[in-house]
């Protein structure tokens, strides 16, 4: 039992599994303020130039069916500005951050040096190539 509590603690605090945490509550904090500003900001510029500040309203009844293609619409426009928000308050940033960062170059890995064997063949190789 104390060995299964030892792993699950590992797994529970290790440094990949609390930055995931981190990262979700921000990016749930990050889409709440991406929502104000598409409802607030957004959707009323939409309302000064289309006459409404959504599309819901927009629908097309065939039959006894009502198809609310207006809501999809409203729903295009907020991912959309999810999606550029995220693009610019965060993708942008990070690139320019990960570019900006001297010395911090990906060092290629030294060739590993061969095993003794591989020193043996390769011995056996030269003395048989002259």
């Known amino acids: 039992m104390k ?12 440094g990949d599994l609390v930055s995931l945490a981190v990262a979700f509550v921000m990016a749930a904090a990050f889409g709440a303020v ?4 598409v409802e607030f900001v957004v959707m009323p510029i939409v309302g000064i130039i289309f006459g409404e500040p959504t599309f819901d309203n927009l629908t097309l009844t065939i039959n006894d069916s009502v ?40 060092e290629e890995e030294a060739p590993a040096e061969p095993s003794e064997d591989i020193k043996l063949l390769m011995e056996i190789r030269d003395a048989l190539s002259k």
């Open 3 to 14: 060995k299964m509590y030892q792993e699950f603690k590992e797994f529970a605090f290790k």
């Open 67 to 106: 198809i609310a293609y207006g809501s999809f619409l409203t729903a295009a426009v907020v991912f959309l500005a999810t999606a550029l928000g995220v693009f610019l308050f965060i993708v942008k940033p990070y690139k320019a951050f990960q570019a900006a960062r001297p010395g911090e170059e990906e």
């Open 34 to 37: 991406i929502k104000a500003l």
